[in-house]
């Protein structure tokens, strides 16, 4: 090949590189400048998988909380990376049903998002990214409230307090929705919660419980599948009255995060924080968040060892408006407010201890302390039963141990010995 032809070869290669950089990096550009930041709403459908992503549908981009200007949009804020307050990871998903107050969980084997919207069951598919009609439209549903929706990971079955009216009595009672046999059944609430409105509920794995939270209903009340419905008496740092606030369960349930809400006593949004210890049911209080950054009708959850809120609505005496920080991020672990959410921590598997002047604990701790010291003395009189036993048992019979060693190890008996082996290999 002639120089020229090299040259112009050469050439063509480095054309071909130039355009392929100037591609790509136009391609960056657009991704970046592409990136999905979606509004601030309030009054969304929202659940969570911990580790894995906060699930948004729907609510209103305005400080009236009506059904009215729901929008469709739904997204995820990816809780398995690492982000701060200013900049979430947020991921677009395929429009769904416009929503308000939606009530919403995820499944109980982690694969689909489950919405109750428009007295219809929707699901979307987490891993196929599409949404469908699980449960046709049923008119008994209660529509203009917020609803909030737990998922029993045990059955699999998801319950809705306060979403079903029976056609033939007219009582209020809990919709408990089966995603594999796509059906809704009623289950009977206690009279003193029925018709409460605002209320926020979550899921207890670690204590098989759904918990229920409303102000009108004087705290905190529990459902069990097999006990049913019961007034908890909670002790500690009592939350002050208040409706719509988040609540959700975190180290398997064993503690309950309760954020915000509206006070109506003071006519404004909340922004104090208090963690419940679902073992002792004490409640302990966390710092506030900014005033700046109060809020109501929030989107929650709890995730490795931190709280999210995303949203909500600021309302004031004054003057409603949308937070300031769309995103607040809370360490459970350190009891403090944080700039940075990281998802690829360790989670701290909490448990609880008995308290050192708790008498249960004490009580607990000096029977067992004794049952190991009886096995130990057991044991070593047995030892000594057993060697009293051989040594009579070789008096008995003329010799002991050291005796037949002695005899058998005599000079004769290994000379007699040595003999043998010789003649046996001869």
């Known amino acids: 090949m002639s120089s020229t032809n090299r040259s112009f070869g050469g050439a063509l290669r480095l054309l071909s590189r130039v355009a392929t950089l100037v591609l790509s990096t136009s391609f960056l550009v657009s991704s970046v400048s592409a990136q999905f930041t979606p509004d601030i709403v309030s009054g969304s459908g929202s659940a969570y998988i911990d580790g894995k992503g906060l699930y948004v549908l729907g609510g209103t981009t305005t400080s009236d909380s009506a059904a009215t200007f729901a929008t469709p949009k739904a997204f995820m804020i990816d809780l398995s990376t690492a982000w701060s307050v200013a900049s979430p990871a947020f991921k677009s ?141 909670a002790k500690g740092d009592v939350p002050p009255p208040r409706v719509d606030a988040c609540l959700v369960s975190a180290y398997e349930g064993h503690k309950i995060v309760l954020f915000g809400g509206y006070s109506r006593l003071s006519s404004k949004s909340l922004n104090d924080i208090y ?99 009886f096995a130990i003395m057991g044991y070593i009189i047995y030892r000594k039963r057993t060697k009293r036993t051989r040594v009579r048992d070789a008096e008995k019979a003329g010799e002991d141990d050291s005796k037949w060693f002695t005899k058998a190890m005599s000079p004769s008996n290994i000379k007699n010995i040595k003999a043998k082996v010789m003649r046996g290999s001869s």
Do not use: H
């Open 93 to 233: 998903l395929p429009d769904g049903p416009s929503a308000w107050g939606s009530g919403s969980s995820i499944s109980s084997d982690g694969k689909s998002w489950f919405n109750l919207a428009n007295n219809t069951g929707y699901v979307y598919d987490i891993d196929g990214g599409a949404w469908n009609t699980a449960i046709p439209a049923d008119n008994n549903i209660i529509l203009d409230t917020p609803l909030k929706a737990v998922t029993d990971p045990d059955s699999g079955l998801i319950y809705i307090p306060n979403a079903y009216q029976d056609p033939k009595t007219g009582e209020i009672a809990m919709l408990r929705v089966d995603l594999k046999a796509k059906t809704f059944k009623s289950v009977p609430m206690m009279d003193v919660l029925k018709g409460v409105t605002f209320y926020s509920a979550t899921w207890s794995a670690g204590t098989g419980r759904l918990v229920y939270y409303s102000t009108w209903a004087d705290g905190i009340y529990s459902y069990s599948p097999s006990k049913g419905w019961k007034k908890e008496n």
């Open 275 to 373: 963690i419940l210890d679902m073992d002792t049911m004490t409640w302990t209080k966390g710092p506030d968040a900014d005033p700046s950054n109060q809020r109501d009708s929030a989107a929650c959850a709890s995730s490795k060892n931190y709280f999210i809120a995303w949203g909500g609505v600021v309302n004031n005496p004054n003057k409603d408006a949308m937070p300031d920080k769309a995103a607040l991020v809370f360490d459970i672990q350190s009891s403090s407010w944080t700039q940075q959410y990281d998802g690829t921590s360790a989670r701290v598997v909490q448990r609880y201890v008995a308290p050192r002047n708790s008498v249960p604990g004490i009580l607990g701790g000096i029977l067992g302390t004794l049952a190991v010291l």
